[in-house]
């Protein structure tokens, strides 16, 4: 980002939006049986170039909840916490939960404590009024063992502590291999389920994700009744090119029975919150693909 825009961002939009707050009733999305959100990483380039003017954009189509994937030495697609509030709120959108990997490095098992940095993410996901943190990724050297992988489950759930104290809940974002990988002869994601105190930690299955992984959504959401309160709601097709098997389209265009998965997770996954996410776009753009997942949720009563 230019200084020039920097600057323009950071005092004419800020100043624009902080007199200028869009009424709620022209974006507001069906709410009938939860939250739509978007996770902001589908409009990735977009958020990059133009912040202000992206979540704009995703406010007129109207959605009003979303979800970050950057937060960088405390600051939000390059703004701080309450500069980002004021963005947000100026365009009636809340930010209800964000991604940021939660590594080894992040907890002082010496101390039995955690890192400036952690506390400083969980201070700042409170500022934009969160109500979940999310860890979208487990680094290898934390997973090598069984044990190993155990006592990090525990930080999950003290992670989970140190949110509830900001009126927050901590959160894991699972990809595939955590359904094909084992350790003692059993899943990952099974040995998660097993450890992760449900009150302090909520498990945001990704719906797609799971598919490169051998796994089934529907198989995922039958088997763990009421424990998703928040979800990626995602559909895949086969992919021509690369190392994964699966790549994200657009919802009800793929395998992944997408209605039917989202259905479940209202009737029996205790859901309450719905993260679309799309990585990929075939012949469309990002914004196209945002508001025609979010035009079948609403179809589907979202």
């Given at each position: 980002m230019?200084?020039?825009?920097?600057?323009?961002?950071?005092?004419?939009?800020?100043?624009v939006?902080a007199?200028?707050?869009?009424p709620r009733?022209a974006?507001?999305?069906?709410?009938?049986?939860?939250?739509?959100?978007?996770?902001?990483?589908s409009v990735?380039d977009?958020?990059m170039?133009?912040?202000?003017g992206?979540?704009t954009?995703?406010?007129?189509?109207?959605y009003?909840?979303?979800?970050h994937?950057?937060?960088?030495?405390?600051?939000?697609?390059?703004?701080s916490?309450p500069?980002?509030?004021k963005v947000?709120d100026?365009?009636?959108?809340?930010?209800?939960s964000?991604?940021?990997?939660?590594?080894?490095?992040?907890?002082?098992?010496?101390?039995?404590?955690?890192?400036?940095?952690w506390?400083f993410?969980?201070e700042?996901?409170?500022?934009?009024?969160q109500k979940w943190?999310i860890s979208?990724?487990?680094?290898e050297?934390?997973?090598?063992?069984?044990?190993?992988?155990?006592?990090?489950?525990?930080?999950?759930?003290?992670?989970?502590?140190?949110?509830?104290k900001?009126?927050m809940k901590?959160?894991?974002?699972?990809?595939?291999?955590?359904?094909?990988?084992?350790?003692?002869?059993?899943?990952?994601?099974?040995?998660?389920m097993k450890?992760?105190?449900?009150?302090?930690?909520?498990?945001?299955?990704?719906?797609?994700n799971l598919y490169?992984g051998?796994?089934?959504?529907?198989d995922v959401m039958s088997q763990?009744p009421g424990?998703f309160?928040i979800i990626?709601?995602?559909?895949?097709i086969a992919?021509?090119e690369?190392?994964?098997?699966?790549?994200?389209?657009i919802?009800?265009?793929?395998?992944?029975?997408?209605?039917?998965?989202?259905?479940?997770?209202?009737?029996?996954?205790?859901t309450?919150?719905?993260i679309?996410?799309q990585e990929?776009y075939?012949?469309?753009t990002?914004?196209y693909?945002a508001?025609?997942?979010l035009?079948?949720?609403?179809?589907?009563g979202?």
């Amino acid at each position: 980002m230019k200084t020039s825009r920097r600057t323009f961002v950071k005092t004419g939009a800020l100043a624009v939006l902080a007199t200028t707050v869009f009424p709620r009733s022209a974006f507001a999305s069906s709410e009938k049986k939860g939250m739509v959100g978007l996770q902001l990483y589908s409009v990735r380039d977009d958020m990059m170039r133009d912040p202000v003017g992206s979540l704009t954009q995703l406010a007129k189509m109207g959605y009003v909840y979303v979800e970050h994937a950057n937060y960088i030495d405390r600051k939000f697609y390059g703004f701080s916490a309450p500069e980002f509030r004021k963005v947000l709120d100026g365009l009636g959108l809340k930010m209800i939960s964000g991604h940021t990997v939660m590594t080894k490095q992040h907890w002082d098992d010496a101390k039995k404590d955690f890192s400036d940095i952690w506390k400083f993410t969980v201070e700042d996901a409170s500022t934009l009024g969160q109500k979940w943190v999310i860890s979208p990724f487990m680094d290898e050297t934390m997973r090598k063992t069984y044990d190993d992988f155990k006592k990090y489950m525990e930080v999950f759930n003290k992670s989970g502590e140190l949110c509830k104290k900001s009126g927050m809940k901590f959160g894991y974002h699972n990809h595939d291999f955590e359904f094909s990988q084992k350790l003692n002869g059993e899943k990952i994601f099974d040995i998660m389920m097993k450890t992760l105190n449900p009150d302090l930690v909520a498990m945001q299955l990704d719906i797609g994700n799971l598919y490169n992984g051998g796994a089934s959504a529907l198989d995922v959401m039958s088997q763990y009744p009421g424990r998703f309160e928040i979800i990626h709601v995602k559909d895949e097709i086969a992919a021509k090119e690369g190392n994964e098997k699966y790549i994200s389209t657009i919802l009800d265009e793929g395998i992944v029975k997408t209605q039917k998965v989202v259905d479940l997770a209202t009737k029996k996954g205790g859901t309450k919150c719905y993260i679309i996410e799309q990585e990929s776009y075939g012949d469309k753009t990002p914004m196209y693909c945002a508001k025609a997942d979010l035009d079948i949720m609403k179809k589907w009563g979202y």
